[in-house]
């Protein structure tokens, strides 16, 4: 009977050991893992920066801008895009990883067009890196090749940026001489004073 009894108590021991055991272990793996510290990740798209930095900070969040692109119709400084994506639940202390639009519009270089190009190959390559094209400016030379590029009123150079989007001028050879050129514009401003005149009397 005694004999009994010890194997009980020896049993009891035991069990009672591994339960302990196992409630130890479970509550330093919820402490580990940080179970119960989760947060639901905030839509920050299209907020300001300084904005989500706080909303993150309240949330027991961090960030870190990982890139920045530019999206025309977006305030500059705002969020683009967020990871992970909001309504996602994750661990506190995690980094939301932000793409923010740039503060000014990127400038890029214009294709090098001058004296390569006929006006329907410059147009191509103009439009196809994103830039755009106003009428062109006539000058005395070879019938529809490019001679230079402008920008507001500056003519550039191989390898010089401009904004994303600019609007350009080519500089086009109209297939005239120089001095038939010149009689046109003079016949031009001739008729043109005709005109006044007439307006004038009238």
């Given at each position: 009977?005694?004999?009994?009894r010890f194997?009980?108590?020896?049993?009891?021991a035991m069990?009672?050991f591994?339960?302990?055991l196992?409630?130890?272990?479970m509550?330093?793996?919820?402490?580990?893992?940080?179970q119960?510290?989760?947060?639901?990740?905030?839509?920050?798209k299209?907020?300001?920066?300084?904005?989500?930095?706080?909303?993150?900070?309240w949330?027991?969040?961090?960030?870190?801008?990982?890139?920045s692109?530019?999206v025309?119709n977006q305030?500059?400084?705002?969020i683009?895009?967020?990871?992970?994506?909001?309504?996602?639940?994750?661990k506190k202390g995690?980094?939301?990883y932000?793409?923010?639009n740039?503060?000014?519009v990127?400038?890029y270089?214009?294709?090098?067009?001058?004296?390569?190009?006929?006006?329907?190959q410059?147009e191509?390559?103009?439009?196809a890196?994103?830039f755009?094209?106003?009428?062109?400016?006539?000058i005395?030379?070879e019938?529809?090749?490019?001679?230079?590029?402008?920008h507001?009123?500056?003519?550039?150079?191989?390898?010089?940026k401009?904004?994303?989007?600019?609007?350009?001028?080519?500089?086009?050879?109209?297939?005239?001489?120089k001095?038939?050129m010149?009689l046109m514009?003079?016949?031009d401003?001739?008729?043109?004073?005709?005109?006044?005149d007439?307006?004038?009397?009238?």
């Amino acid at each position: 009977m005694r004999g009994f009894r010890f194997l009980l108590c020896h049993l009891f021991a035991m069990g009672l050991f591994v339960f302990l055991l196992i409630t130890g272990v479970m509550f330093w793996l919820s402490k580990y893992t940080r179970q119960e510290e989760v947060t639901i990740v905030p839509e920050m798209k299209g907020i300001p920066l300084a904005h989500a930095e706080r909303l993150l900070q309240w949330k027991g969040l961090e960030y870190q801008v990982a890139d920045s692109n530019y999206v025309e119709n977006q305030l500059p400084g705002r969020i683009l895009e967020q990871t992970p994506s909001a309504g996602q639940t994750v661990k506190k202390g995690r980094i939301i990883y932000l793409t923010i639009n740039k503060e000014s519009v990127p400038e890029y270089p214009v294709p090098d067009v001058a004296d390569n190009s006929s006006v329907r190959q410059a147009e191509a390559k103009i439009m196809a890196a994103g830039f755009k094209l106003t009428e062109h400016k006539l000058i005395a030379g070879e019938r529809d090749w490019v001679y230079g590029v402008i920008h507001k009123g500056r003519t550039l150079a191989p390898g010089d940026k401009v904004p994303m989007g600019a609007t350009l001028t080519l500089v086009v050879g109209s297939g005239q001489s120089k001095e038939q050129m010149d009689l046109m514009e003079r016949d031009d401003a001739y008729t043109t004073e005709e005109d006044d005149d007439a307006e004038f009397y009238d």
